[in-house]
T-cell receptor, first 116, second 110 residues
Framework: DTGVSQDPRHKITKRGQNVTFRCDPI?????LYWYRQTLGQGPEFLTY????????KSRLLSDRFSAERPKGSFSTLEIQRTEQGDSAMYLC??????????????FGSGTRLTVV | DAKTTQPTSMDCAEGRAANLPCNHS???????VYWYRQIHSQGPQYIIH???NNETNEMASLIITEDRKSSTLILPHATLRDTAVYYC???????????FGTGTSLTVIP
């Protein structure tokens, strides 16, 4: 297992375009999270999945953002009609949540989005 | 989840122990203390976590005070590669998200 993989590592897009990011979690992990990180700040929670179900969404996740995790495997995060304020690092993480509670996350290296 | 307070930045000489403090005075009995670090342009990396007892692993030691209102992460022999932002987070077991805050920027000086 090579850990959590994110693709692409960098994305430059023009304002108003749609972008999609992919995350491949650690295979035995049932939880998958998306976070966003802007310069000088810690990561901020966006949403998470347990298996294929999206169980929680942050207020930061506007209606231009949509996330999916078909079949409980990889996940995609799409941003429609991108704005300059969407420029950030988008981080994916996965974890196992057993009966006794979840443990630490394993993060991917992130996708850095620049909207010009 | 309880909030944490960390110094904004710290320096440490290479080879010395780095002691990173964290205050979490409103921590609840079922909340764990987690430490992550983030090296520039990488995703955060899990370091260690604990509930009541002190914990040690190959990366660091975590010392939690008896009243659980504060903790210290100890990197026993800091190297240049330990230069990173260190985040202290408290969260219930099974919680859905981590609140990272702005962390402590540790610089290890040669």
């Amino acid at each position: 297992d090579t850990g959590v993989s994110q693709d692409p590592r960098h994305k430059i897009t023009k304002r108003g375009q749609n972008v999609t990011f992919r995350c491949d979690p650690i295979s035995e992990h049932n939880r998958l999270y998306w976070y966003r990180q802007t310069l000088g700040q810690g990561p901020e929670f966006l949403t998470y999945f347990q298996n294929e179900a999206q169980l929680e969404k942050s207020r930061l996740l506007s209606d231009r953002f949509s996330a999916e995790r078909p079949k409980g495997s990889f996940s995609t995060l799409e941003i429609q009609r991108t704005e300059q304020g969407d420029s950030a690092m988008y981080l994916c993480a996965s974890s196992w949540s057993g009966v006794t509670g979840s443990y630490g996350y394993t993060f991917g290296s992130g996708t850095r989005l620049t909207v010009v | 989840d309880a909030k944490t307070t960390q110094p904004t930045s710290m320096d440490c000489a290479e080879g010395r122990a780095a002691n990173l403090p964290c205050n979490h005075s409103t921590i609840s009995g079922n909340e764990y203390v987690y430490w992550y670090r983030q090296i520039h342009s990488q995703g955060p990396q899990y370091i260690i976590h604990g509930l009541k007892n002190n914990e040690t692993n190959e990366m660091a030691s975590l010392i939690i005070t008896e009243d659980r209102k504060s903790s210290t992460l100890i990197l026993p022999h800091a190297t240049l590669r330990d230069t990173a932002v260190y985040y202290c987070i408290v969260r219930v077991a099974g919680g859905n998200q981590f609140y990272f805050g702005t962390g402590t920027s540790l610089t290890v000086i040669p």
